[in-house]
Nanobody, 120 residues
Framework: QVQLVESGGGLVQAGGSLRLSCAANGGIVSINAMRWYRQAPGEERELVAG???????NYADSVKGRFTISRDMAKNTVYLQMNSLKPEDTAVYYCNVLGRRSLWSDFNSWGQGTQVTVSS
């Protein structure tokens, strides 16, 4: 079973920066996509950023120009660099990784979530 371990959340003042990390472990043959989602209290989970195996990236309009997603394929790790943080970025952030464990077995795993709180 593929497990994801997240780190890097915390409390920061508006305008500050945080870097989230998510490492995938457990019999991974290949990774197709790595994504970050977030969920604020009372809100639906939303896609923040994604990166494909080929390196293509996409971002939610609300974070374009402020957040950067990257990955280290040798470590099966995805990062989210968050700059110019705003109070509205406050949420629990989840990583999501899709890939293959074998020729016959795909996986779609989620991290445990890490809290990001931005104070005004």
């Amino acid at each position: 079973q593929v497990q994801l371990v997240e780190s890097g959340g915390g409390l920061v003042q508006a305008g500050g920066s945080l870097r989230l990390s998510c490492a995938a472990n457990g019999g991974i043959v290949s990774i197709n996509a790595m994504r970050w989602y977030r969920q604020a209290p009372g809100e639906e989970r939303e896609l923040v950023a994604g990166i494909t195996s080929g390196g293509s990236t996409n971002y939610a309009d609300s974070v374009k120009g402020r957040f950067t997603i990257s990955r280290d394929m040798a470590k099966n790790t995805v990062y989210l660099q968050m700059n110019s943080l705003k109070p509205e970025d406050t949420a629990v952030y989840y990583c999501n990784v899709l890939g293959r464990r074998s020729l016959w077995s795909d996986f779609n795993s989620w991290g445990q979530g890490t809290q990001v709180t931005v104070s005004s």
